[in-house]
């Protein structure tokens, strides 16, 4: 398969995911499409190191991953207390430092 | 030997104001006065000395400033016009300081006044000891120093310190002007020494600019020290010190620096004859303008301190007529009487418990006899009545300015019977008919005691008879004075061309004004008993002016105080306010200012702060791409 598929391929997912990220209120949807984002990019990473044969691309997918796992789990915490307090996690709400 | 004169008073400042909280005051008295007996005592053997070897007593202690083109030796010359000024400076400050035991005895800055009051002898006797212009200099500015202190010496009182503050300031303009003639000196002869100035300033042609523009700028000094027109207005207000100050500093000693200075540089002032003019000018206005004052002033300090004035003038007119040796012999006399003066108002005041206004005297003469007594002879004296020793040295200076301008003469005489109007006008005031005071007042009313007395009998011994060192050769005198000070004054042969007749004329009619005068004074303030008014009263312009002292704290005030303040105000309000203040809290407004506009972006929706960063790297992007 020539390259060039992949790189529509994860640049698609990477604009689904901004959009999401943009226009989206819920924020469990934002954390998913900030995954998404992630994993577009992962997704290049992976093709490019077969394409250039070098394994350094696919350490880096092995990084991004543990920094996204780590990411997932403080933001869902924060997901949960912010629950607690609102019971809603629509983002517009957390704007009272502005007071 | 020499070197301890000046020394041992310096040894007494330094103990007694080292450790003015812990000694006492037995031991002070004794420090202070024992310390400046010795320098007289030392002072009379240096004396005698140049007296009779006729050699000057030169001695270096140590080479001061040595550089290849500049030599300032901390060198000391007793010539036989030094000597004199040594014993009228230690002399006097002996009496005053053991006066000052009694006068300042409940006082609780007794310990501080003598330490002060040995650093000003101290002063005093580097500036007439130095042999060169520098050293003059330091004591020069060492007495104005002192004299800043013991004039606010009560400084709990704003009024007294501004009155020393006052005294400083004038004295510094009339310093500025030592000190330029000093440069100029320096830049001329390339010295400040004595001997070589003199030296080479003989070969000068007469009248040569250098040499006025020199003694101007020095006479300038003298003005500001010795209080002449228009420097002259912070000497009645120097009367805020305590009395034995007034009588030591701005009477007998510091004041004659001036003409001590003048006569000291003779050798230069003779060859300008336009500064002997401006000179002998400013004198006779001084003594006239302030003998007019103290006609109307009603304290008692104050009279002496305008008459003081007034003779300071007498000095000035001597040295700019010639007559060094009168106004050296008027220095001399003045320092006796005006000393006796100032005390015996001292011991006035100290039996009044502080009172100083004469129209709440009179009638002291029984409660006071020996105050009276003295007070009567040195009033005598400065009336220049034969044979007082004012008589001699007044008589003398008004020869020698008939001989050389009658209008000054003229004016001299007309400030003569002022003189002996306003001091019996005192006199009588003070001491005769009825006393004003309160009861409580009459009822504390006492003789002071011995400690002050003695110096006033002494002094009064020394008014009364001092005046036979210059007895006038028509007198049969030789004027051993004269005699005395010729190797200092050599040079101008101070002969008169006067007959006798003529000289006797001038005497005989001095005398018959004063006469007439202390007459007038007798009917006017004893016979009629008149007692000047309140200071409320209106009165005729002409008097007006003379009380409200000519106008010159006024004219001051108008043409540089408030100028000054002006200026000072319009600095503050807009150089400091507007411009400085105003940048320094400009930059703050300006983060202030920047800070409110920019809030406006933290708008606290994440999805807008979101969009502007995703907008912000897409726009990098392209940035980077194009």
């Known amino acids: ?99 | 030997m020499v070197a301890l004169i000046p020394v041992l008073p310096l040894l007494s400042f330094l103990i007694i104001g080292l450790n003015y909280k812990r000694i006492n005051k037995n031991l002070t008295s004794w420090l202070a006065c024992g310390t400046v007996f010795l320098s007289f005592v030392l002072s009379f053997m240096a004396f005698m000395q140049v007296k009779s070897s006729g050699v000057n007593i030169e001695i270096q202690l140590f080479e001061w400033i040595a550089t290849q083109k500049f030599s300032v030796g901390f060198s000391f010359l007793i010539d036989p016009l030094s000597a004199l000024m040594l014993l009228i400076v230690t002399g006097v400050s002996f009496l005053i300081h053991v006066y000052s035991i009694g006068y300042m005895s409940h006082d609780e800055g007794f310990n501080r006044f003598f330490s002060y009051m040995n650093l000003f002898v101290f002063s005093m006797l580097i500036l007439v000891l130095g042999s060169n212009y520098l050293m003059m200099f330091i004591g020069w500015e060492g007495v104005g120093l002192c004299s800043y202190l013991l004039i606010g010496f009560w400084f709990k009182n704003t009024d007294y310190n501004n009155a020393a503050k006052k005294a400083f300031i004038m004295n510094r303009i009339g310093d500025l002007g030592f000190l330029l003639g000093m440069f100029l000196i320096y830049v001329t002869f390339g010295s400040l020494d004595f001997k070589t100035v003199f030296s080479l300033a003989a070969s000068y042609p007469v009248g040569s600019t250098v040499l006025v523009s020199a003694t101007l700028l020095l006479f300038i000094g003298a003005i500001g020290k010795s209080a002449q027109i228009p420097l002259f207005t912070w000497l009645p207000d120097a009367m805020a010190g305590p009395t034995p100050v007034s009588a030591l500093i701005h009477a007998a000693t510091m004041v004659t620096a001036g003409v001590y200075m003048i006569a000291r540089s003779q050798a230069i002032y003779v060859l300008a004859p336009f500064t002997m003019n401006v000179i002998a000018i400013v004198g006779i206005v001084t003594a006239l303008v302030a003998a007019t004052i103290a006609i109307y002033q009603n304290d008692i300090k104050k009279v002496l301190a305008y008459s003081t004035v007034s003779q300071l003038g007498y000095m000035f007119v001597g040295l700019g007529v010639g007559a060094f040796t009168g106004a050296m012999f008027h220095l001399t006399t003045h320092a006796f009487f005006k000393a006796l003066l100032f005390l015996a108002a001292g011991s006035v005041i100290h039996a009044l418990g502080g009172e100083q206004d004469i129209r709440k005297m009179g009638g002291l003469r029984k409660y006071l006899p020996i105050t009276f007594m003295v007070f009567l002879i040195a009033t005598i004296a400065i009336s220049g009545i034969p044979p007082f020793s004012g008589f001699f040295s007044k008589d003398e200076i008004l020869v020698h300015a008939f001989a050389q301008n009658k209008l000054i003469w003229a004016l001299g005489f007309f400030t003569s019977l002022l003189t002996a109007f306003y001091m019996f006008r005192l006199l009588f005031l003070t001491f005769n008919r009825t006393f004003r005071g309160t009861s409580e007042q009459q009822h504390h009313l006492h003789e002071s005691p011995k400690v002050m007395t003695i110096p006033l009998i002494i002094l009064a011994i020394l008014s009364l008879i001092g005046g036979i060192i210059g007895i006038p050769e028509i007198m049969g005198g030789h004027h051993a004075l004269q005699q005395f000070l010729n190797p200092v004054f050599n040079s101008t042969g101070e002969t008169l061309e006067l007959s006798h007749s003529t000289e006797w004329i001038l005497i005989a009619s001095t005398v018959a004004g004063a006469f007439i005068m202390i007459i007038f004074a007798w009917v006017r303030f004893y016979k009629k008993n008149i007692i000047p008014a309140p200071d409320t009263t209106p009165r005729s312009a002409i008097v007006q002016l003379f009380i409200k002292k000519w106008y010159v704290d006024e004219i001051y005030n108008v043409l540089i105080t408030k100028p000054i303040y002006w200026l000072s105000g319009f600095f503050h309000k807009v150089l400091d306010v507007k411009i400085i203040d105003g940048m320094v809290n400009g930059f703050g407004n300006l983060a202030v200012w920047t800070g409110g506009k920019v809030r406006y972006m933290q708008t606290g929706n994440i999805g807008f702060y979101l969009s502007a960063m995703v907008l912000a790297v897409v726009a990098i992007l392209m940035f980077m791409m194009i």
Request: zero cysteines; glycine letters at 4%.
């Open chain 1, 1 to 99: 398969m020539p390259i060039n598929n992949y790189i529509v391929l994860s640049s698609l997912l990477f604009v689904i995911g901004l959009v999401g990220v943009l226009v989206k209120r819920n924020a469990l949807v934002v954390f998913m499409s900030i995954e998404l984002m992630l994993n577009s990019v992962n997704l290049l990473f992976a093709a490019f190191s077969v394409y250039h044969n070098n394994a350094s691309g696919q350490i880096m997918v092995i990084f991004i991953m543990v920094v996204a796992a780590a990411e997932v789990a403080a933001g869902l915490a924060i997901l949960v207390l912010t629950y607690r307090t609102n019971h809603s996690i629509d983002i517009n709400l957390l704007n009272t430092l502005k007071h």
